[in-house]
């Protein structure tokens, strides 16, 4: 053949090569759409999310596509993964390839230095930090605090009414404690402001990051910059505080990270705009998912007798060894174990948060589709907690699941608390914190479900649209102390 000739085949066969390469690369990105620019899929998972079918949108995705498919969630190219494998995948992936960088909404209202925005070096740092304070060797000495904490909310909220509204309450009660323990902050108009500021802040969490006036997400950014102000004020107080008395402390958490030294240069290991970050993380946190938890304990113990029998047998034990107005113990604690199973498998069921985000940072290969960088990823981890093929009978209530090896689920499905370096640094004061509200409940009131009907949405997390009103009614020994 002349060279000639076999230039012209060569330059004429060249384009569709081209074609070719391009078009099995693109093939390689995981099936489904990106919708509208901007909007994408992201009004209909907040629908979803309202009505209380965030869980049932997913599932129609992984019906549709499989285990991995694209979207646009927030403004941002999105591929969402499903399954253990996928729970494992992203909490044991190396952070040079998955950042824990959040949607734009998420990473502006709880700022850009906090623990679920750090990788690497500065996310060990900042862990390590709130860990120092949320170990149980530290939480330990503050479990009669709790215990003061909470029975006085009973006593203001509570005692002396005839019904109610379990979520308010609860939401209530687990501000204070936070402000109390964790935060130093004493009753008062300080107080009652950030609560306000905090709930104007998590309206817009996950929303559309279009800074508008009137918006949703306008609003929560300007609660978050009163939040910022207020906790540096509380920061500027407590150092001068640190300063005068010359001694580190753990009065509270606050206290506890501005003590932190570099034991190499004597240099704060925060700074102020990391503990201001993590401040509004941990409250988020703490005050929304265990108020979650309680609120769905009240209810589940409203509804199944047999399991409120043995609730209320584990913690009338306990009492019988205390004195009279004997605060509890962190061996008291230790006793609690079928409550603990039972707050375990609500959570199992009733998760308060039902997906994270992730950033990819460079190209992935996530079995045969590759995941491209700049893109991000989303996961519901806790989709696995209704797998009947790894929880016989998911929609079942049973407090002996985690406990058997025949029916202890593999690793990386029951995700309440995360998994990996991502675990919840907060777990023991969660337990601490539920424990001890529901040992004082079960042993004063009894309660039932005002409502036959109790329907709850989440945004982002679950809200009873009634707040789960109950009529209550104290025990007589109570009544009578």
């Known amino acids: 053949m002349e060279p000639a000739v076999s230039v012209t085949i060569l330059l004429l066969f060249l384009p569709l090569l081209f074609l070719l390469i391009y078009r099995r690369s693109f093939k390689r990105i995981p099936p489904g759409s990106l919708g509208i620019p901007i909007i994408g899929q992201s009004l209909g998972l907040l629908r979803a999310m309202k009505a209380n079918t965030g869980e049932e949108w997913f599932r129609e995705r992984v019906r549709k596509y499989g285990p991995i498919s694209k979207l646009n969630l927030f403004g941002t190219s999105t591929v969402f993964l499903h399954g253990p494998a996928a729970n494992k995948f992203i909490y044991t992936c190396s952070e040079k390839l998955l950042a824990n960088k959040q949607p734009a909404s998420i990473r502006r209202i709880m700022g850009e230095k906090n623990l679920l925005e750090l990788s690497g070096d500065d996310h060990k740092r900042v862990r390590a930090a709130l860990v120092s304070f949320l170990k149980p060797e530290t939480l330990k000495l503050y479990v009669g605090r709790i215990d003061e904490e909470i029975r006085l909310h009973l006593h203001n909220h509570w005692y002396g009414n005839n019904e109610i509204k379990v979520m308010p309450v609860m939401k209530t009660l687990t501000f204070n404690v936070i402000c109390s323990l964790l935060f130093g902050i004493e009753r008062g108009p300080r107080r009652d402001t950030l609560v306000k500021l ?273 009529q209550i009614e104290l025990k007589k020994s109570s009544a009578e102390m």
Request: glycine share 4%.
């Open 198 to 470: 905090f709930e104007n802040a998590m309206e817009g969490v996950l929303s559309v990051p279009i800074n508008l006036p009137f918006t949703t997400f306008n609003r929560s950014l300007k609660a978050r910059e009163k939040i910022k102000s207020i906790i540096m004020d509380l920061i500027h107080e407590k150092r001068k505080k640190l300063e005068i008395s010359g001694i580190s402390s753990n009065e509270d958490l606050i206290m506890s990270l501005l003590s932190m030294k570099d034991q190499s240069s004597d240099s704060p290991v925060l700074s102020d705009e990391e503990i201001v970050d993590n401040i509004v993380v941990v409250m988020i946190a703490g005050h929304d998912t265990t108020s979650v938890l309680l609120t769905f304990l009240i209810k589940l113990l409203a509804e199944d007798q047999t399991v409120y029998k043995y609730v209320l047998k584990e913690q009338e034990e306990i009492s019988k060894g205390k004195a009279l107005e004997e605060l509890l113990s962190w061996d008291d604690l230790a006793k609690m174990k079928y409550t603990w199973k039972v707050a375990t498998e609500s959570l199992r069921m009733n998760p308060p948060v039902l997906f994270t985000f992730r950033t990819v940072l460079q190209d992935i290969e996530y079995g045969e589709y590759i995941i491209p960088k700049g893109w991000q990823v989303i996961w519901a981890s806790c989709m696995t907690h209704m797998d009947e093929n790894i929880y016989p009978e998911p929609s079942k209530f049973d407090p002996s699941r985690l406990e058997s090896q025949a029916t202890k689920p593999p690793p990386y499905s029951f995700m309440a608390f995360g998994g990996g370096p991502r675990m919840c640094p907060g777990y023991e004061f969660v337990r601490i914190e539920t424990l001890t509200m529901i040992h004082n409940l079960v042993n004063a009131f009894t309660w039932k479900l005002s409502l036959k009907d109790n329907i709850f949405g989440r945004n982002p997390m679950p809200v009873f649209n009634q707040g789960l009103p109950i």
